[in-house]
């Protein structure tokens, strides 16, 4: 029969964790994202698409398609990233404290989780990948600079919705600041949490894990295309279940990723285990839909 670690069920876990799994994967918003439940073995990979810039057509010769101005352009994402977090508890150390697993180590571990996660894509952000960039200083990072970048991607064709801005904390923090203006006086709900709200079509996020890459990288603004994104669940079989293995399956609203977690007792060591696990890749998409902000 599974285990459930200190009498708390996995499914009643995964359910309560839910907010705090919003906010740590919220960055992922920013991209291209194709996650499902499904079931796919580690090394097979995801098929996903972007359609590059449209041009139109002279209508006076009717209903014909201008195929020769559409350029659908195919990404392969490969599964081969498979990480997550597990910790295991003692006999002598579950017969000595009570521990409070959600409190303790539940939020802990799916942050350990979105961190493996988006540092494997924020690396994918550099001068190779993405050749477009601005400098600008913390100080001088403002709301007309952020609407600057929406006219800038707009000159590079990229689609004007899905569009965001990933920040490291300095520059997210100077955004938050340009609230204090004389447009907008008094406390907000904003203001009160420090979140920058929607800029010039941007979504705005903060991520400590974006560093500078060695490039002097400070954010990206881009179009969800700059950067493909695949995940999918592993395997549960009979047998994961038949060796007391309790499972269950975090599917993360908004994005739908599945964070599997997985719980179980080994005998022979007296070790009670707790498991959190994504399996997934990243990919460059379109080139061009991306620019990285420097700090110099």
Not at 75 to 83: A, H, R
Not at 244 to 272: C, H, K
Request: hydrophobic content about 45%; glycine content about 6%; charged content about 20%.
């Amino acid at each position: 029969m599974a285990n459930d670690l200190q009498n708390v069920n996995l499914a009643k876990l995964a359910q309560e964790s839910l907010p705090a799994a919003v906010e740590t994967f919220a960055p992922l918003n920013a991209f291209t994202t194709d996650f499902s439940p499904a079931i796919a073995s580690s090394g097979a990979s995801i098929g996903t698409r972007y359609v590059d810039a449209l041009v139109g057509s002279n209508m006076a010769a009717g209903y014909v398609a201008a195929k020769e101005d559409v350029t659908y352009v195919p990404v392969t994402i490969p599964l081969d990233t498979w990480k997550g977090f597990t910790i295991g508890f003692t006999d002598l150390e579950r017969s000595k404290a009570e521990f409070n697993l959600f409190d303790d180590f539940m939020v802990p571990g799916l942050e350990v989780c979105g961190s493996l996660m988006m540092t494997y894509v924020w690396n994918l952000v550099t001068a190779a990948n993405f050749s477009a960039s601005k400098v600008v200083t913390a100080a001088n990072y403002d709301r007309d600079i952020v609407a600057d970048l929406g006219g800038e991607l707009t000159d590079l064709k990229n689609i004007k919705t899905g569009r965001s801005i990933v920040h490291n904390t300095s520059y997210y923090t100077s955004i938050v600041k340009s609230l204090n203006t004389a447009e907008n006086p008094g406390m907000t709900a904003d203001k009160t949490e420090a979140i920058a709200p929607r800029v010039a079509k941007f979504d705005l996020y903060e991520s400590t894990l974006a560093d500078s890459n060695s490039q002097n990288l400070a954010a990206f603004a881009c179009q969800k295309s700059a950067i493909c994104i695949a995940a999918r669940s592993i395997l549960v079989d009979d047998r994961v279940t038949a060796a007391g293995v309790s499972t269950a399956t975090m599917i993360v609203p908004g994005l739908n990723l599945p964070v599997q977690l997985r719980e179980w007792y080994d005998p022979n060591v007296g070790i009670q285990y707790l498991n959190m696990n994504v399996l997934w890749g990243a990919v460059r998409g379109k080139p061009t839909a991306g620019k990285r902000i420097l700090s110099a």
